[in-house]
């Protein structure tokens, strides 16, 4: 095995790992905010509402593979994607609602763990 370049990548990236870990609550809490922004603001939800739960869902989506919070990140891509099909085409908003919620409610539990229930 190669020796790193750089002796003391692993503990930096240890950290950075543990700084997102210190984030997901308040991501979470952000996902909460947007998904009841969408909910209050009629049916279907405005467009203003859904970008920002879009904004939300793909910035997890983004990063939390890297941070070793791979399913997370899985399981928002594939609710962002839902939510881009109702901003861009107009499908149901109706699905997205319980996959939210099941997201937080997993990511409540173990945002980390490797298996989506």
């Known amino acids: ?12 990236l240890a950290a950075l790992n543990d700084k997102f870990a210190a984030t997901v609550p308040g991501t979470l809490d952000k996902i909460r905010t ?11 939800p405005s467009q ?3 970008h920002q739960l879009h904004e939300v869902l ?3 989506a983004g990063s939390a593979g890297t941070f070793g919070f791979t ?3 899985q ?15 107009g499908e149901s ?11 937080l409610q997993w990511a409540a539990r173990d945002a ?6």
């Open 93 to 103: 908003w109706a699905p997205v609602v319980p996959e939210v919620e099941k997201l």
């Open 71 to 73: 399913v997370f990140g």
């Open 58 to 60: 793909h910035g997890v």
């Open 48 to 50: 203003d509402a859904l």
């Open 34 to 44: 947007a998904l009841a922004a969408c909910l209050a603001s009629g049916e279907p």
């Open 1 to 12: 095995m190669a020796t790193p370049v750089d002796p003391d990548f692993r503990a930096r």
């Open 112 to 117: 980390k763990s490797s298996q989506y229930d």
């Open 75 to 89: 399981e928002a891509r594939r609710i962002e994607q839902m939510v881009r099909g109702v901003l861009n085409t």
